[in-house]
């Protein structure tokens, strides 16, 4: 059983995901890992049945699938966290005051800049753990209300799992569909997964 956490395991599974169709040269070189570690990682994939070898060409049996590996082994309730529901008029101001906390916002809230149909009010972010305490502090000035809001201490994000966006840093689609799954709310991004997979996957 291979760790999929590991950072070789989970840039090679990420690189399936966005790159459904490739070679393990390819993978190789893109994840600076050495052959053996990549077809060590292919083979598994193999034996699980989530990849297909066609000559060189490897083709994933449906990226979803690997997207939904993680939920056997990662929950994001499990994560350290700040929980709490608060009451606030203006939720982009209250997202730019917590950019100075060095947060990714994630989950739904990540899923807001990629896909224009998702309003959910709520925010998803991770932060680092030495400013738990402060954004702790900082949401305890809001009164309660409805707003959702979820701070977690992040576990593997890597830096390619960040992109920066309307000057905030934000979990990479690839990522934000991992945590969605995570959270058991992947349905609510099939139009993110459309998007990205529809000309391989036309009938997803």
Request: aromatic share 8%; hydrophobic share 35%.
């Amino acid at each position: 059983m291979l760790r999929l956490s590991s950072s070789g395991t989970y840039q090679v599974i990420k690189q399936l995901i966005i790159h459904p169709k490739t070679t393990q040269k390819e993978l190789s070189e893109a994840t600076n890992l050495s052959k053996g570690r990549v077809s060590q990682i292919i083979k598994w994939l193999e034996d699980k049945r989530l990849i297909e070898k066609s000559g060189r060409t490897l083709e994933v049996v449906h990226p979803v699938e690997l997207v939904k590996m993680f939920v056997f082994t990662r929950s994001m309730a499990n994560l350290n966290h700040i929980d709490m529901r608060i009451r606030v008029d203006d939720i982009g101001a209250l997202m730019h005051r917590l950019t100075e906390k060095d947060v990714i916002f994630c989950g739904t809230t990540a899923l807001t800049f990629y896909d224009m149909y998702c309003t959910r009010q709520e925010l998803n972010f991770y932060c680092p753990r030495e400013h738990l305490r402060e954004i702790k502090q900082i949401l305890r000035e809001y009164p309660r209300g409805d707003v959702s809001i979820r701070a977690y201490e992040a576990d593997f994000l890597q830096d390619h799992d960040i992109n920066h966006l309307q000057r905030m840093r934000v979990t990479s689609e690839v990522r934000t569909l991992i945590d969605l799954a995570c959270e058991h709310r992947l349905d609510e991004a099939k139009n993110l997964m459309e998007k990205m997979w529809i000309t391989q996957y036309p009938k997803f």
